[in-house]
């Protein structure tokens, strides 16, 4: 199993960036597409009209998500971990995602860049 570790600078308040990780608005303006989420320990949620797919296992608002992840037809989750500091009205948003099948690590590691974190960081510096 392999895994994807990121930190991003976001020229945002850490309630801006987490409004972009755990709201449904925000979240469908920075992916353009339909999900499910809430900021609630133990929800489902769903990215991209359900190619996305798991639980929220943790929630410390404005600090932490960790998630239970699901894509295509894995036969167990991997698991997602967004962690927030901020100073000075910047945050730092850290990723770590593991247990992510081997063959399947180039893809996400692209994906977490060009559709999730950079949108996201688009969206919160925007809001």
């Not at 353009?32 to 929220?56: A, H, Q, Y």
């Not at 932490?64 to 500091?85: C, I, M, N, T």
């Not at 910047?90 to 893809?107: A, M, R």
Request: hydrophobic share 35%.
């Amino acid at each position: 199993m392999g895994s994807i570790s990121k930190k991003y600078s976001i020229q945002a308040p850490a309630q801006k960036v987490w409004e972009c990780l755990t709201d449904v608005k925000r979240i469908e303006q920075w992916s353009g597409s339909r999900c499910k989420m809430t900021n609630v320990e133990g929800s489902e949620f769903s990215l991209w009209d359900g190619d996305i797919w798991g639980k929220n296992t943790k929630v410390v608002t404005n600090k932490e998500l960790v998630q239970e992840w699901y894509a295509g037809k894995w036969d167990h989750p991997s698991f997602v971990r967004f962690e927030l500091d901020e100073n000075n009205g910047v945050s730092i948003l850290k990723l770590t995602h593991t247990d992510i099948p081997e063959n399947e690590v180039k893809d996400i590691d692209f994906g977490w860049d060009a559709y999730y974190l950079e949108p996201l960081k688009l969206v919160a510096e925007s809001i």
